[in-house]
């Protein structure tokens, strides 16, 4: 058993060194202006680093127009609030959470996201 923990201790050792890119995660929130009304926008909850791996890509019609679809899988330290709703911005792109995997117990976080081009 105590074998297994260090095996288990040696792949998260080695995941924390992956982690040399920078994402954003942005929310979706809703503020007031200074004339009452309500705005929706995107506000920068963190700036963190992350592991970043690149899925298969493909083209769909999206609104009768031929759209490309991008995958990627950014693995990130555990942290709670990030939901389906959150956004990912990568080298300037944004990319739409579609599933989220806990790996380990609270020690990362898989997201994969889409990015729609």
């Known amino acids: ?18 982690l040399d890119r920078r994402i ?3 929310e979706y929130t809703t503020s007031q202006n200074d004339y009452g009304e309500l705005e929706q926008t995107w506000t920068t909850t963190a700036t963190i680093w992350a ?11 999206i609104a009768n127009k031929e759209t490309v679809v991008g995958d990627c ?27 989220i995997a806990q790996i380990g117990r609270r020690k990362y976080l898989e997201l994969t996201a889409r990015k729609i081009v």
């Not at 058993?1 to 992956?18: P, V």
């Not at 592991?51 to 019609?61: D, F, H, P, S, T």
Request: hydrophobic residues 35%.
């Open 73 to 99: 899988i950014f693995t990130i330290r555990y942290r709670t609030g990030v939901t389906e709703r959150t956004k990912v911005v990568f080298d300037s792109t944004d990319y739409d959470i579609q599933h």
């Open 51 to 61: 592991w970043v791996r690149y899925g298969a890509g493909n083209e769909r019609m």
């Open 1 to 18: 058993m105590i074998y297994l923990r260090h095996i288990a201790y040696q792949n998260l050792c080695k995941m924390i060194g992956n």
């Open 24 to 26: 954003v995660l942005k």
